[in-house]
């Protein structure tokens, strides 16, 4: 079961070890898999909602980890219902392969109904960033880490954040790590993606000029770096 590019750098960016890894939104569990082969967890969660997939999932996953079957679980739920309080322990919840907007949602369900519990969420939208950043800015959630992936012609941020406040790491609206490049490659898809934003929020302006002004500003605040030995230096 190889990668994606875009799952390659969401499992890699699991460097810390859980009780419990949610891999919702699981579609066929490659990034769970990835994630149990390494033993990143004490048991990690397949979470989809479409039951013919989870059943060929489960199928799946007995054939190929049958001597660590205690290690993992299938959950035939909605995303928004996970029982986190019934395992004990550390959780991280990853939701990729969605809009920020239903992102919001089951992020906001989870916070809601766990208010005393410390979770990690390592989230990676296909569309809507800035919603979701605005309100994991709302939730006064932390930032862990960001990173931004192109994969298939397509760009992503990835962003693990935490429902700890933290001051000292607050999220961004438009991300400020992602925007830090440390080779060439890096370099042109920020450039590319800044770009690309900007296209894209101008068209929605012309179309309702009351809507995407300050989400303009926000990205034309933007610079990029090029780092390199410790050093930044602006691309201009």
Excluded at 53 to 80: F, G, K
Excluded at 108 to 114: C, E, G, K
Aim: aromatic fraction near 8%; proline fraction near 3%.
């Amino acid at each position: 079961m190889k990668l994606s590019k875009r799952l390659k750098h969401i499992e890699q960016m699991v460097t810390s070890r859980y009780t419990h890894i949610w891999d919702c939104c699981c579609d066929h569990g490659f990034l769970g898999a990835a994630l149990l082969k390494r033993n990143a967890a004490d048991k990690v969660h397949f979470v989809d909602i479409v039951p013919n997939l989870m059943v060929t999932l489960e199928t799946h996953l007995n054939r190929l980890y049958p001597d660590v079957s205690s290690q993992w679980q299938t959950h035939c739920i909605d995303v928004a219902t996970l029982p986190l309080v019934d395992y004990q322990g550390t959780h991280l919840v990853i939701i990729a392969g969605v809009g920020g907007d239903l992102m919001n949602e089951f992020v906001s369900a989870i916070h809601r109904s766990h208010p005393d519990m410390e979770i990690d969420f390592l989230l990676c939208p296909v569309h809507h960033q800035f919603v979701l950043r605005e309100k994991l800015i709302e939730m006064a959630f932390s930032l862990k880490d960001e990173v931004l992936v192109e994969d298939n012609q397509r760009f992503y941020e990835i962003i693990l954040v935490s429902n700890r406040t933290n001051e000292q790491a607050p999220v961004s609206p438009v991300g400020e790590k992602i925007w830090h490049a440390y080779c060439d490659d890096q370099a042109h898809i920020t450039q590319r993606y800044l770009t690309k934003s900007l296209a894209h929020y101008s068209r929605i302006q012309r179309g309702n000029a009351a809507i995407g002004g300050h989400i303009i500003e926000a990205y034309q605040a933007v610079t990029l770096n090029r780092n390199q030995m410790g050093l930044e230096n602006s691309l201009g």
